[in-house]
């Protein structure tokens, strides 16, 4: 493998808080006009904002193209805290640990 991602040690901020807390309250954008802006339903920014659904690459993009980001912003983000949460899950570490080795490294 070309390169390891580094998971950080606590748990990055979510994409709905980047994305609350650096975006749209510091602009004064509603949910309903960067849904506007973006061609999509006012449900699937709430959803994103709440942290119930997360980041495709196809939201990365319409994201980036709306608030003058790039998509591996919003992509990278998705990852972080995908990762960590994945790390960090318990029924995950028991699979782990059952797991067998089929190639070596």
């Known amino acids: 493998m070309t390169g390891m991602i580094k998971i950080p040690a606590h748990q ?9 807390e650096e975006f749209l309250a510091p602009l004064g954008i509603t949910q309903g006009q960067l849904a506007k802006a973006m061609g999509v339903g006012r449900k699937t920014i709430n959803e994103l904002c709440g942290d119930r659904r997360g980041v495709t690459a196809e939201t990365a993009f319409l994201l ?3 608030l003058g ?5 919003w ?3 998705q990852l972080m805290n995908d990762m960590w949460l994945t790390k960090h899950n318990e ?3 028991e699979k782990l640990a059952q797991a067998k080795v089929l190639v070596a490294e």
């Open 12 to 20: 990055p901020s979510s994409v709905g808080a980047i994305l609350r």
């Open 69 to 73: 980001t790039t998509p591996e912003f």
């Open 64 to 66: 980036a193209k709306v």
């Open 75 to 77: 992509l990278n983000l």
């Open 91 to 93: 029924a995950l570490a």
